[in-house]
């Protein structure tokens, strides 16, 4: 069966310093990769999404970055955090087709101070 | 462009009915429900796409108005189990993956 990870759960940072979340999943090959934001008490918003290792599509301009270095790895990652890149970040994966489910990882719920 | 969703909020007794609608101004694909439980990531309920095929829950059903660009999910004899905030997710175009969210209904069942 398949399984999604992030880590941290948690995380704590102060303004300015550098972040780097990681997602990955097991039990599947060349899974759609996606990075949601959630602010608190809001929706959930699409950041990136990867089709396959090395393409990354940006769905929001902002100081973050995503890479995907293996077939199931996605980081999340910025060079100098912001007080609004508050939320809770979460990971999804599907088969790969647009009519297919999105699995959600357990997310990582990010304070920057 | 972002769906809109309705109600934002609604409160039940176990056993009672609830309609949750999702409308979006561009034609859709498909649409996704989510649900999500406070402090947890969303837990996949039913995709509905173009053409009138459905995958999902047992317990829940939903339609699609493809003319209409709206979605409808039906909670019906709600448990408690039930509470939580519901999102859906559509998809524009097809062969994207692409889900844009609504803003989250909040559905409370109280014994």
């Known amino acids: 069966s398949q399984t999604i990870h992030q880590w941290p759960a948690t995380l704590v940072q102060p303004v300015g310093s550098p972040l780097s979340l990681e997602c990955t999943v097991e039990?599947?090959?060349?899974?759609?990769l996606y990075w949601y934001r959630q602010a608190a008490g809001r929706g959930l918003q699409l950041l990136f999404y990867?089709?396959?290792?090395?393409?990354i599509s940006s769905e929001v301009p902002q100081n973050l970055s995503a890479s995907r270095p293996q077939d199931r790895q996605f980081i999340l990652s910025s060079k100098k955090l912001l007080l609004s890149d508050s939320g809770f970040y979460l990971c999804?994966?599907?088969?790969?087709?647009?009519?297919?489910?999105?699995?959600f990882g357990p997310g990582t719920r990010l304070t920057v101070l | 462009q972002q769906p809109v969703q309705s109600p934002q909020a609604v409160i039940l007794r176990e056993g009672e009915d609830a309609v949750i609608n999702c409308s979006s101004s561009?034609?859709?694909?498909?649409v996704h429900w989510y649900r999500q439980k406070h402090g947890e990531a969303p837990v996949f309920l039913m995709i509905?796409?173009?053409?009138?095929e459905q995958k999902g829950h047992e317990k829940i059903s939903a339609s699609f108005n493809e003319k209409k660009q709206q979605s409808s999910l039906y909670l019906t004899a709600s448990q408690l189990s039930y509470s939580g905030t519901y999102f859906c997710?559509?998809?524009?175009?097809?062969?994207?993956?692409?889900?844009?969210f609504g803003q989250g209904t909040t559905l409370q069942v109280k014994p």
């Open positions: 509905l796409l173009k053409g009138g």
């Open positions: 039990g599947t090959s060349n899974p759609n």
């Open positions: 990867s089709v396959g290792i090395g393409q």
């Open positions: 999804a994966w599907s088969p790969g087709l647009s009519t297919d489910t999105q699995y």
């Open positions: 561009k034609a859709l694909y498909s």
């Open positions: 997710g559509t998809e524009g175009r097809s062969n994207t993956g692409k889900l844009i």
